[in-house]
């Protein structure tokens, strides 16, 4: 069965940064794409970034481009996403996710998913 636990989420001044984690059981986890996603209070999930199996090629909203990185560790079966220059809007519940494709943005394409992490941006 595969799991996906998120971690690092937490309380941080606008201009801050974080990083989240995401590590990964069940199945091979460098045969899959994993991607970010979060949801604002009152508002639908939105895509944040995905990362080819590999590492090698990755994508990200408009939203977060220059100011987050994604990444991970097919050793450690973990994805990172490292958070700078955060903004008061970034605050949401941040999810994991894996796919066996790349590169979705869309929530329907990922298997599976994690139970979320919040991050709060105070301004």
């Known amino acids: 069965q595969v799991q996906l636990v998120e971690s690092g989420g937490g309380l941080v001044q606008a201009g801050g940064s974080l990083r989240l984690s995401c590590a990964a059981s069940g199945r091979t986890f460098s045969r899959y794409a994993m991607g970010w996603f979060r949801q604002a209070p009152g508002k639908e999930r939105e895509f944040v970034a995905v990362?080819?199996?590999?590492?090698?090629?990755?994508y990200y909203a408009d939203s977060v481009k220059g100011r987050f990185t994604i990444s991970r560790d097919n050793a450690k079966s973990t994805v990172y996403l490292q958070m700078n220059s955060l903004k008061p809007e970034d605050t949401a519940v941040y999810y994991c996710?894996?796919?066996?494709?790349?590169?979705?943005?869309?929530?329907?394409?990922?298997?599976?998913w994690g139970q979320g992490t919040q991050v709060t941006v105070s301004s």
């Open positions: 990362l080819s199996a590999s590492g090698g090629s990755a």
């Open positions: 996710a894996q796919s066996s494709g790349f590169p979705y943005v869309a929530g329907v394409h990922y298997d599976y």
